[in-house]
């Protein structure tokens, strides 16, 4: 079980206030979804509508400076809208509402799609945002303090995480081996790093009515690494002819296709649960410690 404090609209409203935010409990929403934060929507006594972002850990805590940066780079820098942090303390970040609605939420534990997921402009509009954050300088980011891969680097992190995971997990015999001939394979790897979101999928995009990207949150994971990082998730949701088209529509903006792209990104969400694996060793969670053991060996 979870030992982490339970929140309450009167809570979340106190812990607001004590922020210098008046917000109205009674207007307060969750979004429990998030692995690292629970997210609180309310409107404030002025009417203006707020996002609250209360860490579940202390180790969360740490991390919000290195979030900041991100997000002080990207600003200005893309169409799409980043969060602009008001509040910002180890115990709660709070932004004003950015334009658009989530296209994925989960309710009950079960995923919940609010756009077509084939919708061409969906898709065009995600190959433009790609491009755009893959044209960030490297440079700029690493000077930043944002983590910054070499490729032989994107390729090392791997193989230390899943030596890490094998340590302390049983893996079964058909992961691993695939794991292991992936990361011996050398067309799968690309040759170059760029500056990456790290976790764009649709439940982090806010989309206006006609599934135009308007709004891009959670930057927790945002890092110099493998371009297909920012590819995977829509690989793993699409049909081959609307991740065709998003990857058209990044090249006509500018963007460079690594080889072998979408059998990357097939082989990135296969070793999701290595990533998996090392968070609940950070957290020391046993629910996810329970949760990284059956996707590493399925029962199945």
Known sequence: MSDEPEFTAASVAELAQEHGLN?????VTF?????????????????????LRIPRRPDVSAKIADEAKILKLVKGKLSAAVPDWRIRSRSLIAYPALPG???????DGQPVWH???????????LGRLIAQLHRIDAEQAHSAG???LTPEEVR?????NLAKVEAEFQIADNLLERWNAWLAEDSYWPDFTVFTHGELYPAHLLLDENAEIRSVLDWTTAKVADPALDFMFHHMVSTPEAFDLTVRSYLDDGGRVPPRLADQCA????????NYGVYAMTTGNPDHQAAAAAQLNPAD
């Open 23 to 27: 917000i109205d409990s009674t207007s």
């Open 31 to 51: 979004n429990e979804a998030g692995l690292d934060y629970l997210v609180a929507f309310a409107v404030a006594r002025d009417n203006k509508h707020w996002v």
């Open 101 to 107: 609605e989530p296209g994925l939420t989960v309710e």
């Open 115 to 125: 756009f077509d997921r084939e919708s061409p402009t969906y898709c065009a509009s």
């Open 146 to 148: 944002i983590p910054t």
């Open 156 to 160: 090392e992190e791997w193989r230390t």
């Open 267 to 274: 082989e990135l969400m296969s070793a999701a649960p290595i």
